[in-house]
């Protein structure tokens, strides 16, 4: 059974930094397109960040760009998301997301194979 485990969510300060990892269970895990997505209170789930299979690319959305950064340990199976200089709105729950078609479709079609179960993330202003 495949698992998505993420863990480093938590109340941070306005301004603050977070640091999220996910481990994977999957066996093949570097031939999987990995991302992060977030769904706050009353708003659907939105697309956060994605790196390639080899981490050679990494997709950012328009409201984290210079702030977070997406990064991979293929030999330890997990996914990260360092996310610096916190606001408000970026308080939600964080999604870990595994696609084995590739990155355009992990970013496309923010349907992936696999989801984690989700760790909170608050800022305070």
């Known amino acids: 059974q495949v698992q998505l485990v993420e863990s480093g969510g938590g109340l941070v300060q306005a301004g603050g930094s977070l640091r999220l990892s996910c481990a994977a269970s999957?066996?093949?895990?570097?031939?999987?397109?990995m991302g992060w997505f977030r769904q706050a209170p009353g708003k659907e789930r939105e697309f956060v960040a994605a790196?390639?299979?080899?981490?050679?690319?990494?997709v950012y959305a328009d409201s984290v760009k210079g702030r977070f950064t997406i990064s991979r340990d293929n030999a330890k199976n997990t996914v990260y998301l360092q996310m610096n200089s916190l606001k408000p709105e970026d308080t939600a729950v964080y999604y870990c997301?595994?696609?084995?078609?590739?990155?355009?479709?992990?970013?496309?079609?923010?349907?992936?194979?696999?989801w984690g179960q989700g760790t909170q993330v608050t800022v305070s202003s």
């Open positions: 999957l066996r093949t895990f570097s031939t999987y397109a």
């Open positions: 790196i390639s299979w080899s981490g050679g690319s990494t």
């Open positions: 997301a595994a696609e084995s078609a590739g990155i355009g479709v992990l970013v496309r079609k923010g349907n992936p194979d696999y």
